[in-house]
């Protein structure tokens, strides 16, 4: 699984790269903080496959980086993705590295 930390993320987001971010949160965690990712909850990722590309790089976050692995391990294995990339550290690091 590739994974990518957040002063990388940063960096590619700043550069306006070519990326999607998905956040699979709960609506409330996103509500209280996020960094402009498409919400598309852990329980609501598959019903939502086709906002979810497979031609261009996609970072998925959480708040810990652990929802967001299950989520590309799932899609990897049922589905054939190759392009997500897990933040790791999620939200929390997210919060931590920018305060």
């Not at 590309?53 to 989520?71: A, D, N, T």
Request: with cysteine.
């Amino acid at each position: 699984m590739q994974s990518i930390d957040v002063h990388t993320l940063k960096q590619k987001i700043s550069s306006q790269e070519d990326i999607l971010l998905i956040d699979v949160r709960e609506p409330r965690e996103h509500a209280s903080f996020n960094i402009g990712g498409l919400l598309l909850p852990m329980n609501s990722i598959l019903e939502n496959l086709h906002q979810v590309p497979k031609h261009k790089p996609v970072v998925i976050y959480c708040q810990k980086g652990i929802r967001s692995m299950i989520v590309i391990q799932r899609l990897e294995e049922k589905f054939g993705y190759s392009n997500l990339i897990n933040l790791a550290g999620g939200m929390s690091a997210w919060e931590k590295e920018h305060k």
